[in-house]
């Protein structure tokens, strides 16, 4: 699976890189609603918890077939960001692609890309024992969430700097 890398996000013109962006945004939020930990694991999902995850899933997958009709190359869902170096990739990628939008963001925010950083970072934290990186609170500009983005790559780069840390498989 070819990766999004921060050079080729770069080489994106404005309209593709603002269709990309609403559609990772998109995916990012069916991912979140997906793994939801709102509620005890316990507890079942109720209808509307149901029905709010399928319609997140209907528009992600109308968006992205849209998407890779019109555009080359087809964007391909990251399925797991669960190593410093799969994380820290994504981070950088969504970065460039935030940097990208930002001069045209017409509404465009990245909540639920952010939220999925995070979310991948808690989990590796826990995996591998260590504190879990910091989380602001919800960035009001797409300056702060490009900061956001880049923090979160770095924290992923000071993992694998750091001696003795092994990430499980």
């Not at 969504?94 to 999925?116: C, D, F, I, N, W």
């Not at 900061?147 to 979160?152: G, I, S, T």
Request: hydrophobic letters at 40%; one cysteine or more; glycine letters at 2%.
């Amino acid at each position: 699976m070819p990766e999004m890398t921060s050079v080729a996000v770069g080489s994106l013109d404005p309209t593709q890189a603002k269709e990309l962006a609403q559609l990772v945004e998109m995916e990012a939020r069916w991912e979140n609603l997906r793994t939801s930990s709102a509620r005890p694991a316990a507890a079942q999902p109720d209808l509307q918890d149901l029905h709010r995850k399928q319609k997140a899933y209907e528009a992600f997958h109308t968006k992205l077939a849209w998407y890779n009709k019109r555009y080359s190359p087809v964007h391909i869902a990251e399925l797991l960001l669960n190593t410093p170096i799969r994380l820290g990739t994504w981070c950088r990628s969504m970065r460039a692609l935030v940097l990208h939008v930002e001069t045209h963001p017409q509404g465009y925010s990245p909540v639920h890309v952010l939220e999925k950083a995070h979310r991948w970072a808690d989990r590796l934290a826990v995996r591998i024992h260590i504190t879990p990186l910091t989380r602001p609170v919800a960035p009001v500009t797409l300056e702060a969430a490009i900061e956001d983005l880049q923090a979160v790559a770095q924290w992923c780069d000071e993992l694998l700097k750091t001696e003795g840390v092994k990430v499980p498989a």
